[in-house]
């Protein structure tokens, strides 16, 4: 993950926390926890998928779609969760379910 410097991290944080729509096409923002602002993201321990917030302990799904590519952000309001696997739905449909 890129770092960030201050003033970056806070235009970003505050666009983002008021419109989360998009959220999933900026690498930037997987560095930004959406909760306190911190810039302190690191891979959580035993879940390929999710980042954690050193900070505030907040952790969510952030991860490329196995099917297409694209980034799936569980911050997004276009990634929901799948009822059946509990992964995120990409916007191309695919989550982590067998059949999806």
């Known amino acids: 993950m890129e770092t960030l410097d201050r003033d ?3 235009k970003l944080f505050e666009h983002y926390r008021r419109q989360r729509d998009g959220i999933r096409n900026k690498p930037e923002m997987a560095s930004i926890c959406l909760i306190c602002g911190s810039i302190h993201i690191i891979p959580k ?3 390929e998928h999710k980042l954690v917030c050193r900070d505030c302990g907040f952790a969510f799904f952030r991860y490329a779609c196995p099917a297409c590519g694209k980034t799936v952000d569980g ?4 990634n929901p969760g799948c009822r ?5 739905v990409c916007t191309c ?4 379910c067998a059949a999806g």
């Open 8 to 10: 970056t991290a806070k």
């Open 45 to 47: 321990d035993g879940n």
């Open 75 to 78: 911050r997004d309001p276009k």
């Open 84 to 88: 059946e696997c509990g992964l995120r």
């Open 93 to 96: 449909g695919a989550c982590g």
